[in-house]
């Protein structure tokens, strides 16, 4: 993963201590990383003190959790949504998951990179958590990939290896980097740069391509 440049952390007088340390932690754990950062480098960045972060948070890996399990909620919620209002046939299904997932990637650039890659250095049992959700997202794509092939709308290549996982993790490393190498696209809209992808992803699959 390409280095990210730091960036100012701003601190309103106004937002609650705990949105404040929560915001400075995002910034840093994008900029650089949840092992590079320390509790004073948060609260430094959120002009509060060390104490009173564990006013609010337990540890430093509390506020990780915190931000992981805010990024899992919204991103559930576009992909529900954007499911829930897609026609059923598995092409319009698979287009709704692919372009949600690239429109959170886009418009929550770092939430959504701190989810997906500093999840890892969570405790165990939360780790756990995060886990079991993520894997929930994944059947949901597996099931409308198989539900395609099943319906002769979908075409996956034949191979020794499962091709419905394997194909689930090709369209899932390309909706989830749609901004990680090149980063926001002043001159493409969000909404541009999902249906891109999302038609990148039937591409893969559709067996009239």
Excluded: W
């Excluded at 950062?37 to 509390?62: C, Q, W």
């Amino acid at each position: 993963m390409p280095p990210r440049s730091r960036a100012t952390v701003a601190k309103p007088a106004k937002i609650p201590p705990a949105e404040r340390i929560l915001a400075a932690a995002e910034e840093l754990f994008f900029t650089q990383g949840f092992k590079g950062t320390s509790v004073r480098d948060i609260t430094a960045a959120s002009g509060l003190t060390p104490a009173a972060l564990y006013n609010h948070f337990p540890s430093k890996e509390e506020v990780l959790f915190t931000l992981v399990s805010r990024a899992t909620d919204e991103g559930e919620r576009m992909l529900n949504d954007a499911v829930a209002a897609a026609a059923a046939d598995p092409e319009s299904q698979l287009r709704a998951l692919a372009y949600a997932s690239a429109l959170f990637h886009a418009r929550h650039r770092a939430s959504a990179m701190i989810a997906t890659f500093e999840y890892v250095h969570l405790p165990e049992a939360q780790r756990a958590v995060i886990v079991e959700r993520r894997r929930g997202l994944r059947t949901r794509l597996e099931r409308t990939l198989e539900h395609g092939v099943r319906s002769g709308v979908f075409e996956l290549p034949a191979m020794r290896g499962d091709a419905t996982k394997l194909t689930a993790t090709a369209i899932v490393n390309l909706v989830l980097r749609a901004t990680e190498f090149f980063g926001p696209f002043p001159a493409v809209k969000d909404e541009e740069l999902a249906g891109l992808h999302a038609d990148l992803a039937c591409r893969m699959v559709l067996a009239r391509y």
